[in-house]
């Protein structure tokens, strides 16, 4: 069996914490010799926001081979003309034609080529294009035999259902947007890897990352509040996928949760 390349996909990067949490546990990792590649979405990066071109470069320069985005894509416009230029930032591909940034990118690794697909749900979510025939579109487009997909959705009917509509056709479908890890990883009959939620890498004393207190407030009161971003407890959650390159051949899925 040819030896695999073990990439680390995290899940929903938020705020400081989990910018902290991504860098020192992605370093051990790497240190201990269980992960080769690293990609991580986001979306939150910036203070559960998403991420300023600033904080985007530091996660680059962290290790991030690529990074994925999702809802919160645009709510720094000052990313926008660094989403036309870094091909390393990758926002759904569904979202309509005339957005700005990439669906889609190429990782060149030392064992060839990953390309790299984000989509978007549109079950409880805001309007999107097909994510099922766009994936057909790109998947047709790809320049890898490794393909990862990462679905940014709410309903896990939608993304199990995205998950087996893939199956055999991409290396891996792996779950974002909820912040809640799923135990659900698996090599699907085809062969494709798949989680429907990867979780987050920040905070776990909170609320998907906010402070507990104000998120409970507002259930009880109605009222707004101000919905400070936690930083207790930081975790990296994702999962370790181990792909031959050269074929797209994913041998396993490993779900992760590390504290620093
Ligand atoms: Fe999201
Ligand atoms: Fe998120």
Redesign the pocket.
């Known amino acids: 069996m040819l030896a695999g390349m073990k990439i680390l996909f995290a899940g929903d990067i938020v705020g400081s914490a989990g910018r902290q949490v991504f860098q020192r546990v992605t370093e051990r990792l790497r240190d201990e010799g269980r992960i080769d590649l690293v990609i991580a979405n986001a979306?939150n990066g910036a203070g559960g926001r998403g991420p300023s071109p600033e904080i985007a470069e530091a996660l680059l320069g962290a290790g991030a081979a690529a990074l994925t985005l999702?809802?919160?894509t645009f709510d720094d416009k000052k990313l926008i003309p660094l989403l036309e230029t870094e091909s390393r930032l990758v926002r759904p591909a569904n979202l309509p034609p005339d957005a700005a940034g990439r669906g889609m990118t190429t990782i060149e690794t030392g064992e060839g080529a990953v390309c790299l697909i984000s989509l978007i749900g549109r079950t409880f979510m805001n309007p999107a294009d097909c994510p099922f025939r766009t994936a057909d579109k790109l998947i047709g487009m790809a320049q890898a035999k490794t393909i990862l997909v990462d679905f940014?959705a709410e309903a896990t009917s939608e993304k199990i259902a995205l998950g087996h509509y893939l199956d055999g056709r991409v290396t891996a479908v792996l779950g974002t947007?909820t912040h809640v890890q799923t135990s659900d990883e698996a090599i699907l009959p085809n062969g494709t890897a798949y989680i429907t939620d990867l979780g987050m890498t920040g905070p776990k004393d909170s609320v998907l990352g906010r402070e507990v207190e104000p998120v409970v407030q507002r259930f009880i009161t109605g009222m707004p509040q101000k919905f400070d971003v936690s930083k207790k407890d930081p975790a990296l959650e994702g999962v370790i996928v181990d792909v031959v390159i050269k074929s797209g051949k994913a041998h396993s899925i490993e779900r992760i949760r590390e504290r620093a």
């Open positions: 979306e999702g809802d919160h940014h947007h």
